[in-house]
């Protein structure tokens, strides 16, 4: 049992910063979408759908994922996808959000890529004026496919340059190690974009090391396999590099037997800049909070100071600037002096 209230987990202001927006599209919305598009699906039922989400490793979800991902054609089908996702996140207390996004799941299907673009950035813009949510866009690109895909890609996106704040790599990790981006990731980097990339998910310590020394990247997304090289763990520990961990989708895709087993709490102790997120929240079992809550109702070792940190992490993590930031950290421990309070039976719940 978790030492940390539930309610004061999910009251806590955070930043989710791996979050696939193709990943938050719920059975019942991919059921709707296909109806509107006329596009047909290999199941007959949202039951039957959910029911094929149960994943022995990152590629059995891949290709569910990319199935999904089918229905979606149009502006208006981005943007309902994305702004079924600020919905929810603005319930969980997200204040700022990072969307990866993966054109090329889309342009290989016909559908342009300013298309994808403009329906995101207009389900960004209505979510901040509706709930107050920050967000940003970050261009992922899918590292089974070749490197002039992905120069392809980057291309087709300049120009709707400020639209998007960085990118990443996603998509099957083994036998796809980072260097073999090494050029696209040099040339995002000159032209001023933030580069993010999935490291040690079920890659080897050598893909973070590569990620770091070769792509240059600023965070690390999953990246708990860090675990097994002490060098490595003593290198993001000393640049407080941030992991982006998901703890549900380890659990759902088999990297944990069970969340008992989740190494979130040796990576938090050897003082990485670990934070929370969903990664596809519609396929592994929930949104920010029920992340939140999964994580520390499984691992007693984590407490108020571990959930304060977290939180924390995320805000230092993000690609904003440091009067938002402060902003956030003020924000955080007004939350939190109200719940320690309610707990302690100080002030009426
Ligand atoms: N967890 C994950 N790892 C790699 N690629 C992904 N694309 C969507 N989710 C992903
Ligand atoms: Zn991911």
Same mark, same amino acid.
């Given at each position: 049992?978790?030492?940390?209230?539930?309610?004061?987990? *999910?009251?806590?202001?955070k930043a989710e910063l791996h979050i696939h927006i193709e990943g938050s599209l719920?059975?019942?919305?991919?059921?709707?979408?296909?109806?509107?598009?006329?596009?047909?699906?290999?199941?007959?039922?949202?039951?039957?759908?959910?029911?094929?989400?149960?994943?022995?490793?990152?590629?059995?979800?891949?290709?569910?994922y990319?199935?999904?991902?089918?229905?979606?054609?149009?502006?208006?089908?981005?943007?309902?996808m994305a702004?079924a996702y600020f919905e929810r996140a603005a319930?969980d207390?997200v204040?700022h959000a990072e969307l990866f996004f993966d054109?090329?799941?889309?342009?290989?299907?016909?559908?342009?890529?300013?298309?994808?673009?403009?329906?995101l950035?207009?389900a960004r813009?209505?979510a901040?004026?509706?709930?107050?949510i920050?967000s940003a866009l970050i261009?992922c690109?899918?590292?089974?496919?070749?490197?002039?895909?992905?120069?392809?890609?980057?291309?087709?996106?300049?120009?709707?340059?400020?639209?998007?704040?960085?990118?990443g790599?996603d998509?099957?990790?083994?036998?796809?190690?980072?260097?073999?981006?090494?050029?696209?990731?040099?040339? *995002?980097?000159?032209?001023?974009?933030?580069?993010v990339?999935h490291?040690? /998910?079920?890659?080897?310590?050598?893909?973070?090391?590569?990620?770091?020394?070769?792509?240059?990247?600023?965070r690390?997304d999953h990246?708990?396999?860090?675990?097994?090289?002490?060098?490595?763990?003593?290198?993001?520990?000393?640049?407080?590099?941030?992991?982006t961990v998901c703890p549900l989708s380890?659990?759902?895709?088999?990297?944990?037997?069970?969340?008992?087993?989740?190494?979130?709490?040796?990576?938090?102790?050897?003082?990485?800049? *670990?934070t929370i997120n969903s990664d596809d929240p519609a396929y592994f079992?929930g949104t920010m909070n029920a992340n939140?809550?999964?994580?520390? /109702?499984?691992?007693?070792?984590?407490?108020?100071?571990?959930?304060?940190?977290?939180?924390?992490?995320s805000?230092?993590a993000s690609?904003?600037?440091?009067?938002?930031?402060?902003?956030?950290?003020?924000?955080?421990? /007004?939350?939190?002096?109200?719940?320690? /309070?309610?707990?302690?039976?100080?002030?009426?719940?």
């Amino acid at each position: 049992m978790t030492t940390v209230s539930p309610a004061l987990l *999910c009251a806590l202001p955070k930043a989710e910063l791996h979050i696939h927006i193709e990943g938050s599209l719920e059975p019942e919305l991919i059921f709707a979408l296909a109806q509107r598009n006329g596009v047909a699906l290999p199941y007959d039922s949202v039951e039957a759908l959910r029911a094929a989400y149960a994943f022995t490793d990152l590629q059995s979800f891949l290709d569910i994922y990319y199935a999904g991902a089918s229905v979606l054609l149009k502006e208006q089908d981005f943007f309902d996808m994305a702004m079924a996702y600020f919905e929810r996140a603005a319930q969980d207390n997200v204040v700022h959000a990072e969307l990866f996004f993966d054109p090329q799941t889309h342009t290989e299907r016909g559908v342009p890529i300013g298309v994808v673009i403009e329906g995101l950035t207009r389900a960004r813009r209505e979510a901040q004026a509706r709930w107050g949510i920050s967000s940003a866009l970050i261009l992922c690109f899918l590292r089974h496919l070749s490197q002039a895909s992905a120069f392809e890609t980057l291309e087709a996106a300049l120009p709707w340059r400020d639209h998007f704040i960085g990118v990443g790599l996603d998509s099957s990790e083994l036998g796809h190690p980072p260097e073999k981006f090494a050029e696209v990731f040099a040339r *995002c980097r000159e032209l001023g974009l933030h580069v993010v990339a999935h490291a040690g /998910e079920e890659g080897p310590p050598a893909y973070i090391w590569s990620a770091l020394e070769v792509l240059k990247v600023e965070r690390i997304d999953h990246g708990v396999r860090a675990i097994e090289d002490a060098a490595l763990m003593q290198r993001l520990a000393a640049e407080r590099v941030p992991l982006t961990v998901c703890p549900l989708s380890n659990v759902k895709l088999c990297v944990y037997p069970h969340m008992s087993q989740h190494q979130l709490p040796a990576l938090l102790a050897a003082g990485l800049a *670990c934070t929370i997120n969903s990664d596809d929240p519609a396929y592994f079992g929930g949104t920010m909070n029920a992340n939140w809550l999964a994580t520390f /109702e499984a691992l007693p070792q984590l407490g108020l100071a571990e959930a304060r940190k977290l939180a924390l992490n995320s805000f230092e993590a993000s690609f904003v600037d440091e009067a938002t930031k402060a902003g956030w950290r003020r924000k955080l421990e /007004e939350v939190l002096a109200i719940g320690v /309070e309610v707990v302690n039976g100080t002030k009426p719940g």
